[in-house]
């Protein structure tokens, strides 16, 4: 499966993007489905994910508050809204599907196994 984010942009601080996330030839809507983040020189950290099937959201203090994880079952696509961004929110964000539950733990884990598809990433930069 090859998923696709796209979105990512240069933007100062206090702006907003909406990054997304599509599998070509796969219902989205039938996975449970996740976003993380690189930043340079840093770990991978997960931000949020919503779930399969009643659509379920969970986030992480990083996004909690300032991102908004949606799905559009129409367009098969999910969505990471971000306002207010910071320089600190600067990095390369990637989507990932499975078909698990959304747990926190394995969001914020280093190695999370529910996730099984993941993409390249699209890139974020957020500076004056």
């Known amino acids: 499966l090859h998923v696709a984010e796209s979105g990512g942009d240069w933007v100062q601080p206090g702006g907003s993007l909406r990054l997304s996330c599509t599998v070509p030839?796969?219902?989205?809507?039938?996975?449970?489905v996740g976003w993380f983040r690189q930043a340079p020189g840093k770990k991978r950290e997960g931000l949020s994910c919503i779930r399969y099937p009643d659509d379920f959201t969970i986030y992480t203090p990083s996004a909690r508050g300032r991102f908004t994880i949606s799905r559009d079952k129409v367009e098969n696509k999910v969505y990471l809204q971000m306002d207010n961004l910071k320089p600190a929110d600067t990095g390369n964000y990637v989507c990932?599907?499975?078909?698990?539950?959304?747990?926190?733990?394995?969001?914020?884990?280093?190695?999370?196994?529910?996730?099984?598809?993941w993409g390249q990433g699209t890139r974020v930069t957020v500076s004056s």
């Open positions: 990932a599907i499975g078909g698990g539950d959304c747990d926190y733990g394995e969001l914020t884990s280093p190695r999370p196994h529910e996730y099984d598809y």
């Open positions: 030839g796969v219902t989205l809507a039938e996975y449970s």
